[in-house]
């Protein structure tokens, strides 16, 4: 290791004193103004990942639902998958080395995972729209170039491309062509082939409008439409030419306030969708004739998949198992029809994507999503292999067209990680080739009322959980006191855990009506505010 080039960089990217981060939920995340050592550091520990791994890393440089002044970064290793857990405690470690330590930090993390230094390191960058990001690319490449790594710039992307284009280098171009052209080739030859035969029975022009979080989801949509069939009529709005990221709109915005974002005007029966700034999750709504509106959020997006793959593996007649993979967050109203109407299992896993993903990878095909959108559907080596099989030798008519369509969503969805494009057009196709409208696909099962509150405290980690984040451990009485709140509420379930990606306690809370989720959820916020040293104004009635 080249230590007079990690002093050189080091000096000109030096830690904010007493700052200590912590590699959480997706990586960093803080003020972009404190993040530059670390984005710095998290170039150099790409490098050793790649020569460890032998493989291309990737570095996303992004916040994603977080507001504009936020920003992150984020380690994607080999197969398109969240950095291992293991190597999350080094980001943690060389992130909060003091400047004369990181040389030691760096040693010793080569020691413990056997990283050849000679080896050589590629690592590719990509970043989302906010103002912060160009400044904080430079870092990585200061980095990347301290330790000798190769670097290739993608510029603009979407985190969920980014995820899919180290896992094309990774597999010589097996998941794909290792472009942006590529992800748009590979996504929409397999919608327009999942869909054509819909389209070409009469099922024209279907219109949807997609609220862009003023992020870089618009950049993205808008050069895929010319390769999109013109059957599907895309309206973007909030698409970054005015209007800060994630303000008052976006999927995290919309599935929070339960409410429209700003800039988009919704008909009676319009279906609409919001992508998050980086454009990994998504959520769909629309207004009934009486103006409500209503939310279509990732549990039901689960469902609406899940459901037609079944239908899918029915017909083909293949014995491959489906489970579902939700968090906390599901509404339990989802968890119901999933298990007792389905008949399908359903796990429930710690928030974020890593531990889904994982849980996910243990069946034939699994779905994944977290209630706030984000998710997607893995499908086994042997799973994809048996499907390609019938797709390309069955001689049962029927049975070689479900094997295609199944064939079609392997191809369609982004198995790296959650992808609001990829999302969007396996939905788009599902309700075509179902012929379901936005309202029946809502009405495959009614939603328990529910509210999500955010608390501000001194230290959130003075909140330990367990049982997948339903129960508070620490601080003592927290958990009782949730428990007596919900004894007052039918229908009632109630937790907190603190945020992996803001400085907050995030609350949880559902009933048998709106009214009671929403006293619920502020009665547990006050519990939380005085038991877990709130700061701050009190939590207030909703
Ligand atoms: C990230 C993670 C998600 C997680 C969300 C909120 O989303 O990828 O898995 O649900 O943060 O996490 P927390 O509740 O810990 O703040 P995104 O879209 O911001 O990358």
Known sequence: MDLGAVTKFSALHAKPDGLILQYGTAGFRAKAAFLDHAIYRMGMLAVLRSKQKKATIGIMITASHNPEEDNGVKLIDPLGEMLAVSWEEHATRLANAEEQNVHTVLTEICHLEDVTLQQEAMIIIGRDTRPSSEKLLQSVIDGVTALGGQYHDFGLVTTPQLHYLVCCQNTNGQYGKATIEGYYQKLSKA?????????????????????????????????????LPQELSLHIFNDGTKGKLNDLCGADYVK?????????????????CSFDGDADRIVYYYNDADGHFHLIDGDKIATLISSFLKELLLEVGENLKIGVVQTAYANGSSTQYLEEIMKVPVYCTKTGVKHLHHKAQEFDIGVYFESNGHGTVLFSKAAEKKIRQLAEEETDEKIRKAAMMLENVIDLINQTVGDAISDMLLIEAILAVKGLSVQQWDAIYTDLPNRQL????????????????????????LQEAIDELLKKYKLSRAFVRPSGTEDIIRVYAEADSQVNADRLATEVSLAVFQLAGGVGERPKPF
Not at 260 to 271: C, M, S
């Open 191 to 227: 919608f327009v082939d999942l869909t054509k035969q819909t389209f070409s029975s009469g099922h024209k022009n279907r219109a949807l409008k997609i609220d862009c979080a003023s992020g870089v989801g618009a950049l993205k949509l808008k050069e895929m439409e010319g390769y």
């Open 256 to 272: 929070t306030h339960q409410k429209p974002p700003k800039g988009l005007e919704i008909k009676p029966n319009e279906r609409c």
């Open 454 to 477: 955010k608390v501000t405290v001194a230290d959130r980690q003075v909140i330990d959980t367990t049982d997948a984040e339903r129960r508070a451990v620490t601080p003592l009485g």
